[in-house]
């Protein structure tokens, strides 16, 4: 299907990727500390005229504050390079509903600007029937707001989720993210929610629109199997895992899932793509 590198077992022509899909936990930072060859590999993605995106499941914080975190690690992108599935949800309301509608929502502040931003209202409750419930992270989950969605969605609305991650690693373990409250309404409602963050399409849509690339052009790079790199693949993508996080070559052989490259970490993939380009 692509062209071989010198490295035998794989098969990814860098040459061919002009833009790029970038997890950010476990790929570019670790917590808050940037992963090795960090701002080298942006550096090189800004020479060479690559575009990227950088994506994150995650819908309780604005692209802004993506923005602020990736400075703080030494690594200034612009608030365009910046995708979340908060605003990868407004992007698909925006397509299903050209015409604007109303909606219930349970998230945050971020959550509410995107979907406001797609051209729908708000409502704060199940008094009217509305067009959409869109669920997202929210530290402020509580009954009243179960109820309203569950009713909205008996009554026939339709059901986003942002992100399908159930939960969510803190210094105190793993606590509840959208998944769990995925699951409490679709218990409750007998409805299944349409899915935008990984590995669902439509972040990776929504990027690919952003830099204008084809599937073809396009590579997905993170850490975990299940969710980058599976999630890329189904989007028809190039995929690209590093090992600074979660997955390594060894998972992926147990696993079963096979980027069409594995790389240590970041260094490597510069250097790797850099050979690649200098190739006549
Ligand atoms: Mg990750």
Same mark, same amino acid.
């Given at each position: 299907?692509?062209?071989?590198?010198?490295?035998?077992?794989?098969? *990814?022509?860098?040459?061919?990727?002009?833009?790029?899909?970038?997890?950010?936990?476990?790929?570019?930072?670790? #917590?808050?500390?940037?992963?090795? #060859?960090?701002?080298?590999?942006?550096?090189?993605?800004?020479?060479? !005229?690559? +575009?990227? =995106?950088? #994506?994150?499941?995650?819908?309780?914080?604005?692209?802004?504050?993506?923005?602020?975190?990736?400075?703080?690690? /030494?690594?200034?992108?612009?608030?365009?390079?910046?995708?979340?599935?908060?605003?990868?949800?407004?992007?698909?309301? !925006?397509?299903?509903?050209?015409?604007?509608?109303?909606?219930? =929502?349970?998230?945050?502040?971020?959550?509410?600007? +995107?979907?406001?931003? %797609? /051209?729908?209202?708000?409502?704060?409750?199940?008094?009217?029937?509305?067009?959409?419930?869109?669920?997202? #992270?929210?530290?402020?989950?509580?009954?009243? !707001?179960?109820?309203?969605?569950?009713?909205? *969605?008996? !009554?026939?609305?339709?059901?986003?989720?942002?992100?399908?991650?159930?939960?969510?690693?803190?210094?105190?373990?793993?606590?509840?993210?959208?998944?769990?409250?995925?699951?409490?309404?679709?218990?409750?409602?007998?409805?299944?929610?349409?899915?935008?963050?990984?590995?669902?399409?439509?972040?990776?849509?929504? %990027?690919?629109?952003?830099?204008?690339?084809?599937?073809?052009?396009?590579?997905?790079?993170?850490?975990?199997?299940?969710?980058? =790199?599976?999630?890329?693949?189904?989007?028809?993508?190039?995929?690209?895992?590093?090992?600074?996080?979660?997955?390594?070559?060894?998972?992926?052989?147990?696993?079963?899932?096979?980027?069409?490259?594995?790389?240590?970490?970041?260094?490597?993939?510069?250097?790797?793509?850099?050979?690649?380009?200098?190739?006549?």
């Amino acid at each position: 299907m692509n062209n071989s590198t010198q490295n035998g077992n794989r098969s *990814l022509n860098l040459k061919a990727v002009k833009g790029i899909v970038l997890d950010i936990d476990g790929t570019l930072l670790r #917590g808050s500390e940037p992963l090795p #060859g960090l701002i080298g590999f942006f550096d090189f993605l800004r020479q060479n !005229k690559i +575009a990227f =995106i950088v #994506g994150s499941n995650n819908s309780t914080r604005t692209t802004a504050q993506y923005q602020q975190k990736l400075a703080k690690s /030494g690594a200034p992108i612009d608030l365009d390079n910046v995708l979340t599935s908060a605003v990868a949800t407004g992007a698909y309301l !925006k397509r299903e509903f050209p015409d604007g509608g109303n909606a219930y =929502i349970i998230g945050k502040p971020s959550l509410a600007q +995107a979907v406001r931003e %797609a /051209g729908l209202e708000i409502f704060e409750d199940a008094s009217q029937p509305v067009d959409v419930v869109v669920a997202g #992270g929210d530290d402020e989950l509580s009954y009243t !707001k179960l109820k309203h969605a569950t009713l909205l *969605l008996q !009554k026939g609305a339709r059901f986003i989720g942002t992100n399908p991650d159930v939960v969510y690693p803190t210094e105190e373990g793993l606590i509840p993210e959208t998944g769990t409250t995925l699951a409490a309404l679709q218990a409750a409602s007998g409805v299944e929610p349409v899915i935008i963050g990984k590995p669902q399409r439509y972040l990776f849509d929504t %990027a690919m629109q952003k830099m204008g690339t084809t599937h073809e052009e396009t590579a997905m790079l993170g850490d975990r199997l299940e969710t980058d =790199i599976l999630g890329g693949q189904r989007a028809g993508l190039r995929t690209i895992l590093v090992a600074t996080g979660v997955d390594n070559e060894r998972t992926a052989a147990d696993k079963n899932i096979h980027p069409d490259l594995i790389v240590r970490d970041l260094c490597e993939l510069t250097q790797r793509w850099q050979t690649a380009l200098d190739q006549p």
